[in-house]
């Protein structure tokens, strides 16, 4: 099975290295020194990771073959593929591969339909889903147990408990505002 696990982002000064966004949750593991990844597009692959650090929060790598800004920037928004044993699943049942979570339905605890996931976003404090409502529309829902309370991977399915204003228009009322 293959796994996204980061996609490339732009080049960092002079020497061929790229920042990362990162999509896995094991970046020491897949994308260290030495690491073969293949990519979308193909055509652009497979990259070997030669090095790797991080400044300033984000990870940076620079690939073999690969020694100036020109080539780096060349390599803007390829998405890097780890093969991975389908039998290796997280050991962890509350921790998910971000494929197993794309394209749930979200839905309130009542069954009303929120949307559907289209994207995951992994930021420094939690992770977030994209979520495209029927109209169209997307709302982000930040990926913590108090708001997502469920994810039925039978049923294709995430359940939510939202608070007031995360997925709807209603405003949310001030409760410094004291009644006369």
């Not at 080049?11 to 897949?30: F, S």
């Not at 690969?66 to 093969?83: H, S």
């Not at 994209?130 to 829902?141: C, H, Q, W």
């Not at 994810?151 to 009644?179: C, F, K, M, N, Y």
Request: proline share 7%; no cysteine; glycine share 8%.
């Amino acid at each position: 099975m293959q796994l996204v696990v980061a996609r490339i982002g732009r080049a960092h000064g002079i020497k061929g290295e790229v920042t990362v966004e990162v999509r896995t949750d094991e970046p020491e593991l897949r994308l260290g020194p030495g690491a073969v990844l293949a990519t979308e597009p193909a055509s652009v692959g497979p990259l070997t990771i030669e090095t790797g650090r991080v400044h300033s929060g984000r990870l940076l790598l620079r690939f073999e073959g690969v020694k100036d800004r020109t080539g780096a920037e060349a390599l803007r928004n390829t998405l890097l593929i780890a093969e991975v044993d389908p039998e290796q699943m997280p050991e962890d049942p509350e921790e998910f591969y971000d494929h197993q979570l794309m394209d749930l339905d979200v839905v309130l605890a009542d069954g009303t339909e929120v949307g559907r996931i289209t994207e995951i976003s992994h930021l420094p404090s939690q992770d977030l889903f994209i979520v495209e409502r029927p109209d169209g529309s997307e709302v982000m829902i930040p990926f913590v147990e108090e708001i997502v309370t469920e994810i039925d991977l039978e049923t294709q399915r995430a359940v939510i408990d939202p608070p007031p204003g995360l997925i709807d228009d209603r405003a949310v009322i001030d409760s410094s505002q004291d009644e006369d």
